[in-house]
C-alpha cells in the first residue's frame, strides 16, 4: 500500500491573523482561498512539500453544527487545547529566532528532549500549539 500524507486541518477563528503567523511568520505559501456558506479556508503549504497541505479552517467546518457544537469548540480553542501540527526543521535554534523576531507568542524555547529531537513551540493566533523539532544527530 503507497499512502501519503496530503491535508492537515487547523482550527482558526480568524483567517486573517492565522495568515500573519502561518503565512508571514513561518513563510507558507498561499495555495487556496475558499469560502462556502459562510466558512472560509485558506491551504498552505511549504516549497519543501509541494504535495502537502495545512489547511486553515473555522473550529467547526460543518454547516449542519448546532450552535452549542459550535460554541464548544470556541471555548476549546480559546483554551488552547486544540493541537496544531508539528513541523521539522533542520536548525531548531534559527527557526526559533526567526519566528520570534515576528513577535510570535512563545511557549518554549529550544530544548533537547528524551524523545530525540531538539524542539521549541509557539502560539498561533488562535491558541493552537505549534511545535518545530530537529531531529538529533
Known sequence: MDIKL???FIAVDDHEAALGFYRDALGLEVRNDVGFEGMRWVTLGSTA??????V??????????????RQAAAELLAKGL?????????DCDATFEKIRATGADVLQEPMDQPYGVR???????????????????
Open 6 to 8: 496530503s491535508q492537515c
Open 49 to 54: 512539500q509541494p504535495d502537502v497541505e495545512v
Open 56 to 69: 486553515l479552517e473555522p473550529p467547526v467546518a460543518d454547516p449542519g453544527a448546532t450552535d452549542a457544537d
Open 82 to 90: 486544540l493541537r496544531a501540527v508539528n513541523f521539522r526543521t533542520a
Open 119 to 137: 524542539d521549541c513551540a509557539f502560539r498561533d493566533p488562535a491558541g493552537n500549539m505549534v511545535r518545530f523539532a530537529q531531529p538529533s544527530r
